[in-house]
């Protein structure tokens, strides 16, 4: 029995709708994460950017448990003396609804040379609507607790 490498060639995407509407954040990033390397593949090869496109609707309407609408802080710097910047979740939200979600699949991602790549295949909407209906998505349900 031999062991079938997936190549360039060989990559079939296909592209998928999330509702994230009364989702749990943690959990519905995590199965986003799994789709955008494309673990959820029999042909998986971890070298290779295998993964399909996800499009997230409702992206500002997911939930979180406990009070981290208030205590989940968001650190940046500016790369001047003393320019650490910090925003918690909730004021996020109001600023920009879509990057909660965005930074909790950036962290989930392996740390490598395809993070970047998989993430420009993760679309975000923070309504019902989106641009891709040409691409004929397939709706995922995903449970909510």
């Known amino acids: 029995m031999k062991t079938k490498v997936l190549k360039k ?11 994230a ?13 799994l789709i955008l390397i494309g673990k959820h593949k029999p042909q998986y090869t971890p070298h290779a ?14 939930r979180v448990t406990g ?24 004021t996020m939200l109001k ?5 909660a979600i965005y930074h909790a699949v950036s962290g989930m ?3 490598n040379r395809l993070r ?6 993760l679309k975000l909407y923070a309504s019902a609507d989106h641009p891709h209906e040409a691409q004929a998505p397939t709706k995922i349900e995903l449970l909510s607790s």
């Open 9 to 19: 060639n060989d990559i079939e995407r296909k592209w998928y709708v999330v509702d």
């Open 21 to 33: 509407s009364d989702k749990v954040l943690g959990r519905l990033c995590s199965r986003i994460a």
């Open 49 to 62: 950017d295998c993964g399909d496109f996800v499009v997230v609707v409702n992206a500002d309407k997911f």
């Open 67 to 90: 009070k981290k609408l208030k205590d989940k802080i968001y650190y940046r710097h500016t790369f001047f003396p003393g320019g650490l910047k910090q925003i918690n979740l909730e």
């Open 95 to 99: 600023k920009h609804p879509t990057r």
């Open 109 to 111: 991602l392996p740390k």
């Open 116 to 121: 970047a790549k998989r993430l420009k295949r």
